[in-house]
């Protein structure tokens, strides 16, 4: 067992080895629901982390300016992809951060988006978020990653 410090100071025992996710459901089911990512030790992290040792633990909603990054960094992932899926190989990624009010994404397109293609890719992004897609996060060294994007 390892002991978890929560953000109000209390302290909670959690088994070694269950993910940030799984501690949330310990505490409560609608927090759990509710978060998006946690504060492990200070560190922004995903809820599949796991907890290995005693620590501190701050669960993020979109109540806290971090937990709305994150949904915003997810949120311009989406985006991402639902343009792909509608305009294929005519529309280049280039680079879409979560920002101080929300999020954005440049892309390198022969024409600008119109009201209606704004339409469609909202009703594009809303279908793949029902489809409930994994969201896989991983790591690679600087050479991987080269070899990576170019395949």
Not at 104 to 132: A, G, H, Q, S
Request: with cysteine; net charge negative.
């Amino acid at each position: 067992m390892v002991k978890v410090e929560l953000k109000d100071g209390s302290k909670i025992e959690v088994q070694e080895g269950i993910t940030i996710l799984e501690a949330a459901k310990q505490i409560s089911e609608g927090l759990a629901r509710n978060s998006l990512a946690g504060k492990l030790n200070g560190e922004v992290k995903d809820l599949r982390t796991v907890i290995k040792e005693d620590c501190k633990l701050e669960l993020l909603t979109f109540d806290d300016e971090e937990g709305k990054r994150v949904f915003w960094h997810t949120t311009s992932h989406i985006m991402a992809q639902a343009i792909k899926r509608i305009y294929g190989d005519s529309v280049k990624l280039t680079i879409g951060p979560a920002i101080e009010n929300g999020f954005y994404y440049d892309f390198d397109v022969e024409k600008p988006f119109t009201e209606d293609d704004l339409v469609k890719i909202e009703e594009e992004m809303n279908k793949i978020i029902k489809e409930d897609l994994p969201i896989e996060r991983f790591e690679l060294q600087r050479e991987e990653v080269i070899k990576l994007m170019k395949e």
